[in-house]
């Protein structure tokens, strides 16, 4: 990966960087990219034993809407935290 | 004075029951700990000013004849869990400032046990890294040897309760985060079963990965702890109850080895005899120790720093300079959130933010992220059926015990640090790490997996060990 991706990709994350810390970043991702890359020798598929369903810890958990709470009663808690606000919205720079 | 050295959360619990002292004297104790010594540790990132007068309340509750198995004593916080209107920032500069407008659901059931919530921990930004060198307020030292690190990236909870500042404290454990430092600090650490404990009000570093646990200094003090946070919870539709992983073994105390994993990974000789010693402990204690073949689970970390930047990268997206935590103007509204995490973030924090942005880019997504997905379902059933025929498996918590500051120059050093807790987690399987002796000075752990909702296991095991 050389640099002028590193900067391709923290312009997609945005994050302000500068050329010297994308070179040295650039630098350091063959090594991990390498050993991270080895993950494609693990044997999949045979191994993995159909029996029981619960077999992963992870799955999707998905429930119907339910009844939100009332409106309003956090608003002043959560906006507190905004780093700039306009009555109750967030406040931000003009975008057109 | 209370010796704290010498308590235990069930110790504390007896005298505070007895009248032997109240809940304001063992937190006065604490505080003066804090006092006197957090000055060279850096374990606090913050005492709650509120520290004493929650003593007060337990003391009333005491007096009043109520029992809760953590009245009155005091716990720390990682700094990554909410606490209603006190600071957060994990570690991070892009919360500095953060108020917690709620209570993680772990801190709500800590203070319905009666907990006293003393302060918040120092830990790696956001979770990342092994040391806490990546805390953007400074590094913890380990309590045993001020010139090495305590482990991360729960290392100020670990180095807390080593340096008995807090009776117990809990951290979160994404790829060794509680189990390591716990080792390197020479105490207990539990990361339970994948969806144990919520997660609700956890600042969120790799969902498919996160677990809340407790550091203490002896296994029934962690089980106390465990059993305070865990349950089912609304807010986390990810928590599990007790019928969602039945058992598929009687517990028999047959102990599987993966020896050639152990060998294969570049182990120190300390270590290695250490590991040795575990065993035949075990056999005394008269568990049968037998040899394991695991050949998937060597690549669990290369798994594991794929999927755990991954999503990283898109957790953190919510950091944006406009709903909370810091803001850096820029030109314009884009402007504006590049300058603000810009800014907010630390190296450790970027350059996973990149790395999970490329794995997960048009190109590369089948090569890395899909691959990784393929690797996490060989490991978990190859650990599954391993624990068909053995209760746990044993493997020391670190390769060496607590390195120097700076020691690990390269990033990649620093994530080898993981190999063998990383498994646990690219899994869901409950581990923990026990304290199971010395390299001159410097504290060694070894590590107990079980099967998903067998931390019973665990803890039996465990006390045996210890002697508990």
Not at chain 2, 31 to 44: Q, R, T, V, W
Not at chain 2, 297 to 324: C, H, M, T
Not at chain 2, 361 to 374: C, F, I, P, R
Not at chain 2, 427 to 452: H, M, N, Q, W
Request: aromatic share 8%; proline share 4%; hydrophobic share 35%.
């Amino acid at each position: 990966m050389d640099a002028q991706k590193v900067l391709n990709l923290a312009k997609l994350a945005r994050i302000e960087m500068g050329a010297e810390e994308a070179e040295k970043l650039s630098n350091e991702f063959g090594a991990i990219l390498n050993y991270v890359g080895e993950v494609k020798k693990v044997e999949e598929g045979n191994k993995v034993d159909k029996f029981d369903k619960e077999v992963y810890a992870t799955r999707n958990v998905m429930r119907e809407d339910g009844e939100p709470h009332e409106s309003g009663l956090y608003t002043e808690q959560i906006l507190k935290q905004a780093p700039a606000r306009e009555g109750d919205y967030l406040k931000v720079k003009k975008i057109l | 004075m209370i010796d704290l050295s010498k308590l235990t959360i069930k110790g504390a619990r007896e005298s505070l029951r007895k009248k032997e002292f109240t809940s304001r004297e063992l937190t006065q104790a604490s505080l003066s700990l804090i006092e006197e010594k957090d000055g060279n540790i850096h374990a606090f990132l913050e005492v709650y000013d509120d520290v004493l007068s929650q003593a007060d309340e337990a003391d009333k509750k005491i007096s009043a004849g109520v029992d809760l198995p953590l009245l009155g004593i005091p716990i720390a916080l990682k700094d990554n869990m909410l606490f209603a209107e006190h600071k957060a920032t994990a570690g991070s500069k892009i919360l500095n400032g953060f108020t917690a407008p709620y209570d993680a659901t772990a801190v709500e059931k800590l203070k319905a046990a009666g907990a006293v919530l003393i302060g918040r921990t120092n830990m790696d930004e956001f979770a990342m890294g092994s040391s806490t060198e990546n805390s953007a307020y400074g590094p913890t030292k380990n309590p045993h040897d001020l010139t090495r690190v305590p482990g991360g990236t729960s290392g100020g909870s670990a180095a807390a309760v080593a340096a008995n500042m807090a009776l117990g404290a809990l951290g979160s454990d994404t790829g060794g985060s509680i189990r390591q430092p716990a080792a390197l600090c020479g105490i207990v650490g539990l990361k339970p079963t994948y969806g144990r404990v919520s997660r609700s009000g956890l600042i969120a570093f790799a969902s498919s990965l996160d677990q809340i646990g407790p550091f203490a200094k002896t296994v029934t003090d962690a089980e106390i702890i465990y059993n305070t946070i865990r349950g089912l919870d609304p807010l986390d539709s990810t928590t599990v109850g007790e019928d969602t992983y039945p058992h598929k073994k009687e517990f028999e105390k047959i102990i599987g080895v993966p020896r050639e994993f152990v060998e294969k990974e570049g182990i120190g000789e300390e270590t290695k005899k250490n590991l040795e010693e575990a065993i035949e402990k075990f056999e005394s204690l008269g568990y049968k120790v037998v040899d394991v073949k695991l050949p998937s689970v060597p690549y669990s970390l290369s798994a594991y720093y794929i999927i755990q930047p991954a999503e990283a990268s898109s957790n953190l997206a919510r950091f944006d300079g406009v709903k909370y935590g810091a803001h850096v103007d820029g030109e314009n509204s884009i402007d504006d959130y590049f300058q603000t995490r810009g800014a907010g973030f630390g190296p450790e924090v970027r350059r996973r933010i990149i790395l999970g942005t490329y794995v997960l880019s048009s190109g590369y997504y089948d090569a890395y992220y899909g691959m990784a997905v393929k690797a996490k379902e060989a490991i978990t059933a190859e650990l599954r059926q391993t624990f068909r025929s053995v209760d746990l498996i044993l493997t020391p918590t670190t390769p060496s015990p607590a390195f120097k500051f700076g020691e690990k120059s390269s990033p990649l050093e620093m994530y080898l640090e993981d190999i063998f807790t990383v498994h646990a987690n690219i899994s869901g399987c409950p581990a923990i790490s026990l304290p199971s002796g010395f390299s001159g000075k410097l504290p060694l752990g070894v590590e107990l997996t079980a099967d998903l909702g067998r931390e019973d296991n665990l803890f039996k095991a465990g006390k045996e060990f210890l002697g508990e």
